[in-house]
Every structure is written in structure tokens, then in C-alpha cells.
């Protein structure tokens, strides 16, 4: 994985430009579904305006929005030759409803959809737009980051981000078969949304659900990490376990509902081996990660070999800091994150992953989940500020 993602990183230094003049640019749709953001909509909105990008739109989707996300985004509104901002009020009904309702009011042939909470680099949609030179390109990934870094947890998945779904995008954009385009930041072809009829709304993840379908359907998904838009991660533990609970359920529902893909190489084989690797990751790489770490040590322990425990633990401690070391040097990120680098492998990755094994036995017991929405805590918009 690492060749994989050097090769990558190497590509990417001497990567696709942008296509030149100003005329020959594509019109781009930027859609951003909010429901009660009135905490984070006015500094998402300024991000927004101030991207470095001539001819664009800016689609606000109100779902409902209990508070004052409306209101607040209603100044934003403007109407100019290149560059508009719509601002659009709907019924409650979910995400997937108001990303689907802004696509279809969309002009551009190229549509980005962000969260509601995402504040994008002012050269982010260029790094993006490159890639669809290739009409092979259904869709591109952008390079999530988390801003607030403040307590353990944040800075945890801070180190996550970077070092964990970072380097497996660039291996996996190496492939073409990116597993997923994030919430953050996703700009697609709009040809291929039409194609395959834009989000579903039966799975609780349906930016993975997306994803996998425009694989399924033969697009090719690459990844670009100069395309950076900063997150505001969860901080406390009952928050991020509920986000990672439903981030598994909701994967393993999109998979689920291909299953019929596992069984059939030879109709599909890209198809195959991108659903067999997001099976694995989801499902059999935690199930295997835990038992590991606890036969393992159980089996050291038992035996009274402490030193052999201690030595594997060291191995992994150091096999993770030059991973993240890596990692912190290609992205250009804080070095301080490579001191977090022994608790992130021996501590964090696997109590996520038990929550990711619980979530599985839930999906599968069919128990049943609602949707929860995490409480903005305008970080970033201090940050923006």
C-alpha cells in the first residue's frame, strides 16, 4: 500500500492542470444540503464565494432546518453572469433528498457536493476540476482534514484522517476504484449521477452508497489530495462512537444491497474486486484485527512469554510511526501528529474497530438505528474567523 501511495503521490507532483482559457472551464454546481447549521452556514458560505474558481454556483439546500440555517444564508444570495448562490427551502427529508433536490436544480456539468459544516481551500475545486479531462472520471475525492485538534479524540482522528483514509485513497487512486467520495468534499460528473438516479435513501451512509454504485456502473473514481477541505471531527467518546456505528451500518447496508456482485466475476470483475476489498475493510479486517491483538496477548499471558508481547507491540508502534511519518510528510501536516502515532495503533484502531464489529452484529441482527446528527461546536468557524 505504501508503493502504491508514493506512486501516487509522485503522479499527482506532475499531475493533471487545469484546462485553459477561462472559456474552455466547465460550469460548476456546488451543492450544500444543510439542516439546523445555522452555527457553521455563514463561514461555508464565505469559504465558498472566495474559491478561486471563475464560473461556478453555489446551491443551498434548507431540509427543514429547525433553527436559523435559512435566514442566515438568505444574505448570501446573489445572481451575476459567472458566479450565483441559490439558497432553496424544502420539507424535511433527509440528506440524500436535499443533495438529490439541489442536483436536479443544477446547471453545471460538474456537480460538488459538501457538508453542510465544510470549509473548502480557496484552490480546491481547480485540483478537483483537472481530473475530469479523462471522461473515464465519474468522480474525485477530496482530501478531508480535521481543524479542531484540540482533545485526544479530535487528534486522533486528525492522525486517522491522514494517516488511515488518506494513504488508502492514494493506493486505491492508483486503481481508479476509490471507495469512497467523502461528504466533505465530492465532485462528480453530472452525466454519471444521471445515471445511476443520485443518492438512495434506504442505507445510513450515502456517500458510501453513491460511491459504490458509480463503481458498480464502471466509472473510475480517483482521488485528489490537493483538494482540501477542513472538518470539525467529534470530540467526545459517546459522539464518535455513534458516527462510527452508523458510518459501518450504513457501508455494510450499501454492500449488502450489491451482494449479488460477490458472487459474479466474470460479469463485472472490477466490480468484484472493488466489493470484495470494501467487504474486507468493513467487515473482515476488524473482525480480524481484534481477535488478533486478543489471542495474542492472551496467548502471551497465558504462556508467561511477556517479552514476545511487548516485542510485537514494539513492531507495531514502529511500523505505525514511520507510516505516519510518511504520511505527515507527503501531506505537508503537522509533525507533533507522529507522537500520537503508538496510541493510534494500539489503542485507538482497535477500539474502533470493536465498535465497527458491534455495529456489524447489530446490522445483521437487524437492530434497529435512527439517524443522529452531531451538534456543530463552531470550531471551524472560529478558525475561519
Request: glycine share 6%; aromatic share 10%; net charge neutral.
Amino acid at each position: 500500500m505504501l508503493a502504491l501511495a508514493a506512486a501516487d503521490y509522485w503522479a499527482r507532483t506532475r499531475g493533471p492542470a487545469l484546462a485553459e482559457p477561462i472559456s474552455a472551464l466547465p460550469f460548476v454546481s456546488i451543492i450544500v444540503p444543510a439542516f439546523n447549521e445555522a452555527t457553521m452556514i455563514r463561514s461555508v458560505l464565505e469559504s465558498l464565494l472566495a474559491i478561486d474558481y471563475p464560473r461556478f454556483e453555489v446551491i443551498v439546500v434548507d431540509d427543514g432546518s429547525t433553527d436559523e440555517t435559512f435566514l442566515r444564508a438568505l444574505p448570501f444570495r446573489r445572481r451575476g453572469p459567472d458566479i450565483e448562490c441559490r439558497v432553496l427551502a424544502k420539507p424535511n427529508g433527509g440528506k440524500f433528498d436535499a443533495l438529490n433536490h439541489g442536483i436536479a436544480q443544477a446547471r453545471g456539468e460538474i456537480v460538488v457536493c459538501i457538508d453542510g459544516d465544510s470549509i473548502l481551500q480557496r484552490d480546491a475545486l481547480k485540483h478537483c476540476l483537472a481530473h475530469f479531462a479523462d471522461p473515464r472520471v465519474g468522480a474525485v475525492a477530496g482530501n478531508v482534514r480535521v481543524a479542531n485538534r484540540g482533545t485526544p479524540w479530535s487528534a486522533m482522528q486528525a492522525v486517522e484522517y491522514i494517516a488511515g483514509y488518506g494513504l488508502n485513497k492514494r493506493a486505491q487512486s492508483a486503481a481508479r476504484v476509490v471507495s469512497i467520495v467523502p461528504g466533505p468534499l465530492g465532485a462528480f460528473r453530472k452525466s454519471a449521477l444521471s445515471q445511476v438516479n443520485g443518492y438512495d435513501g434506504d442505507t445510513f451512509a450515502e456517500d458510501f452508497d453513491l460511491t459504490v454504485k458509480l463503481l458498480a456502473a464502471g466509472w473510475h473514481i480517483v482521488y485528489e489530495p490537493r483538494a482540501v477541505v477542513l472538518t470539525e471531527a467529534p470530540e467526545g467518546t459517546v459522539e464518535l462512537f455513534r458516527q462510527r456505528y452508523r458510518w459501518t451500518r450504513g457501508s455494510l447496508q450499501a454492500l449488502l444491497k450489491r451482494r449479488h456482485g460477490l458472487l459474479t466475476p466474470r460479469k463485472a470483475p472490477l466490480r468484484f474486486i472493488a466489493l470484495w476489498y470494501l467487504m474486507a475493510e468493513y467487515l473482515l479486517w476488524p473482525m480480524l484485527h481484534v481477535a488478533a491483538q486478543l489471542l495474542f496477548a492472551a496467548g502471551a499471558l497465558i504462556l508467561g512469554v511477556h517479552e514476545l508481547m511487548v516485542c510485537w507491540w514494539l513492531q507495531l508502534i514502529v511500523l505505525e510511526c514511520a507510516v505516519v511519518a510518511f504520511c505527515v510528510a507527503v501531506e505537508d501536516e503537522e509533525a507533533w501528529l507522529i507522537a500520537l502515532a503508538p496510541v493510534f495503533r494500539v489503542f485507538y484502531m482497535v477500539v474502533l474497530d470493536v465498535v465497527r464489529l458491534l455495529a456489524a452484529c447489530d446490522e445483521f441482527t437487524r437492530v434497529g438505528m435512527s439517524w443522529d446528527k452531531l451538534a456543530r461546536l463552531g470550531r471551524l468557524k472560529a478558525m475561519n474567523g
